[in-house]
């Protein structure tokens, strides 16, 4: 039986810990702010960027 796996970038909305209950994995998308590039939920919490 072949194996399937789910994944999803993290724009897509999915909280962490409904993607770990699922089984889905996120990929932290790239941003910038300013001339620094930041990846979402690695190196910028939400909270951290609604915050600047």
Do not use: N, W
């Amino acid at each position: 039986m072949k194996k399937i796996g789910i994944m999803t970038d993290s724009h897509s909305g999915i909280l962490s810990e409904e993607a770990q209950r699922l089984g889905i994995k996120v990929l932290p998308m790239p941003f910038y702010i300013g001339e620094k590039v930041y990846r979402e939920g690695v190196d910028l919490s939400r909270d951290e960027f609604y915050d600047m």
